[in-house]
């Protein structure tokens, strides 16, 4: 069979490198001649609203999926009218808008930041004076990353917040005092079969996700059932298929709010490729393809580092026990996702050993 992948980056090229030992091939739609998941599988260039290339992955393919969530949701049900799609374009829309995806989460009894829209410099001041100050301001669509982000610090930040981001329409948040960042991946199959992966603890620099540990030493049994209650609500909901990451606040009494959530697979599961018994990539194209899902147990101790704006130099990572490497293939420059590491270990210690060796060496300070 043949799958589909809006989007051609190295969430698309893992989805084909994990898809390949079982049989399958992969199409990508990908506006940019150079993307990454090119290197590894036929290549659509086009836009994401060119409905002649929608048309086309539509017909060189038995089901489509998308590796990024900013796909027009008017293209996803384009396709729906073609082709299988997974997950549903709802989740697509629902991840699209800041707002409407923690109407969602509340809707769904899901805690959250307190939160309010503003599209004015009134409403903007109204709604910092609702959910209190320190907040965050973030543009409704198209922030990742923390951009498109503002700390609202006192009365006095809300004109210069509004000068920087007021152009776009926006939601004020709360500012969270948590204690630490954690995310659920999940995925849900055709038949309806749920599976989770250890919840992962989260750090971040700069707003861009660093490195990721399952089962770190805060995981407890209770926060995995919570996190496994929040996102089964989310999969049950949309009657999902497919990877779903929600990223989680933990506050310092154990309580979880959500964050924000993506339809695919998440840079806080790619540790499962080393780590688990089988991936989210590879679960994600079984759940695709109606196929059984694989178990998703932790196999030994790991975490994951992220090559940001340079490549380690391979041999550096290699000599460490249990690293493996993952590049991307791209060009480096500064702020840019390059690859990643994931490092095994047989227990806790000696992966705080291995890992202490691999920060230098993939994430200088
Ligand atoms: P986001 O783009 O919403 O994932 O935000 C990027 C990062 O900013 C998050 O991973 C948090 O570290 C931080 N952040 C976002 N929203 C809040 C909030 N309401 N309170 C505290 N920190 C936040």
Redo the contacts with the bound molecule.
């Keep these: 069979m043949t799958v589909g992948v809006l989007g051609g980056g190295q969430l698309g090229r893992m989805l084909a490198l994990s898809g390949y030992p079982l049989g399958q091939r992969f199409v990508f739609l990908d506006p940019s001649p150079e993307c990454t998941a090119g290197q590894v599988g036929a290549h659509i260039v086009g836009a994401y609203d060119a409905e002649e290339k929608l048309t086309e992955i539509a017909r060189r393919s038995d089901v489509v999926t998308y590796e990024f969530e900013n796909v027009p949701v008017a293209a996803a049900r384009f396709l729906e009218e073609l082709v299988r799609v997974f997950p549903p374009s709802r989740a697509l829309e629902v991840s699209q808008d800041?707002l409407a995806e923690k109407t969602f989460f509340t809707d769904l009894g899901i805690g959250t930041?307190a939160?309010r829209e503003a599209s004015s410099r009134e409403e903007l001041a109204a709604a910092v004076a609702h959910v209190g100050t320190?907040?965050?301001v973030?543009t409704r669509r198209f922030?990742?990353?923390?951009?498109?982000?503002y700390?609202v610090r006192s009365d006095a930040d809300v004109g210069p917040a509004w000068d920087a981001l007021g152009a776009a329409r926006l939601i004020v948040?709360?500012?969270?005092?948590?204690e630490r960042?954690m995310s659920i991946v999940g995925v849900r199959g055709r038949d309806g079969d749920v599976r989770f992966w250890p919840l992962s603890e989260?750090v971040?620099r700069g707003?861009v996700?660093r490195v990721s540990t399952p089962m770190s030493d805060a995981w407890t049994e209770a926060l995995q059932r919570q996190a496994e209650d929040i996102a089964t609500r989310v999969l049950r909901e949309l009657s999902y298929v497919g990877v779903l990451a929600i990223?989680l606040?933990v506050l310092p009494d154990g309580t979880l709010l959500a964050?924000?959530m993506a339809p695919r697979v998440h840079n806080s599961g790619h540790w499962t490729i080393d780590g688990a018994e089988t991936s989210q990539f590879e679960n994600h194209v079984r759940a695709c393809l109606g196929a059984p899902l694989g178990s998703t147990r932790m196999v030994g101790f790991s975490a994951m580092i992220n090559a940001i704006g340079a490549m380690p130099v391979a041999a550096d990572v290699l000599r460490v026990e249990g690293a493996h490497l993952h590049s991307y293939g791209k060009d480096a420059s500064p702020g840019r996702k390059l690859g990643h590491v994931t490092v095994r270990a047989e227990s806790r210690a000696e992966l705080a050993e291995q890992l202490a060796r691999l920060m230098p060496v993939v994430d200088p300070p």
């Excluded at 922030?143 to 982000?149: A, E, L, R």
């Excluded at 948040?173 to 948590?178: G, L």
């Design positions: 800041r930041p939160f320190p907040a965050v973030k922030g990742y990353d923390g951009k498109g982000q700390v948040e709360a500012f969270v005092p948590f960042e989260n971040h707003g996700l990223e606040f964050n924000e």
